[in-house]
Nanobody, 120 residues
Framework: QVQLVESGGDSVQAGGSLRLSCTASQYPNNRCVMGWFRQAPGKEREGVAHIYSNRPTTYADSVKGRFTISQDNTKRTLYLQMNTLKPEDTAMYYC??????????????WGQGTQVTVSS
């Protein structure tokens, strides 16, 4: 059973930095992508950053140049380095793992989330 556990969320002031971590109990078979999502109160969940096995890494426009996604496969850990944080970055952050299906690469496994709060 694949379990994803996030950590690193905190309350910081605007302009500050945080690094989120997501450790997997095991990697799923046919893993094709690992990513970070976020959801603010009253808003839909949005993709923040995605690291693919065979495609370039992608970022939401709102975080480009400020956030960096990376992974350490030896530790089965995904990271999200967040710099120059803004109040609008406040959200619950989730990591997810995707696997190849007949319909393509699909996010299948989700963590419970870690809260990031940025005050002005």
């Amino acid at each position: 059973q694949v379990q994803l556990v996030e950590s690193g969320g905190d309350s910081v002031q605007a302009g500050g930095s945080l690094r989120l971590s997501c450790t997997a109990s095991q990697y799923p078979n046919n893993r094709c992508v690992m990513g970070w999502f976020r959801q603010a109160p009253g808003k839909e969940r949005e993709g923040v950053a995605h690291i693919y096995s065979n495609r370039p890494t992608t970022y939401a426009d709102s975080v480009k140049g400020r956030f960096t996604i990376s992974q350490d496969n030896t530790k089965r850990t995904l990271y999200l380095q967040m710099n120059t944080l803004k109040p609008e970055d406040t959200a619950m952050y989730y990591c997810a793992a995707g696997v190849m299906t007949l319909s393509g690469c699909k996010y299948t496994y989700w963590g419970q989330g870690t809260q990031v709060t940025v005050s002005s």
